[in-house]
């Protein structure tokens, strides 16, 4: 639900496993914009911010739309979780290939209620 992970992944969780993969994707979220920041790239930085705060602005949608696929879909919740990945995937690619580069010239900042970018 934060960046790097789409909002529309949110709705295959249940409660309880929101209330553990939230946090962390929030953190995970939060280390991302302070790297890009310490290396000089602020604008990325406030963009990984920005949709932070664009998804808790959403919430009430996503959760609305969270309740309806639970109610609807077929997999279990150990099958939707077995596809995902596991640990902390974004750091070891981070690690063993650096930061992606950023360009951060004719950025546009986001404007209204459009959903930001992911990658």
Known sequence: MFAGAPASSGP?????TLAIVLPLYLV?????????????RRR???GVVTGIFWNVRELPGTLRLRRAAQRTRIRSEREVLQRMH??????????????PAVSETGAAAPSGRRRPAIG
């Open 86 to 99: 596991r640990g902390l995937q974004k750091w070891t690619l981070m690690r063993r290939f650096g930061l």
């Open 44 to 46: 990325t930085a406030m």
């Open 12 to 16: 295959l969780y249940r409660a309880s």
């Open 28 to 40: 995970q979220a939060l280390a991302t914009a302070a790297a890009l920041a310490a290396t000089g």
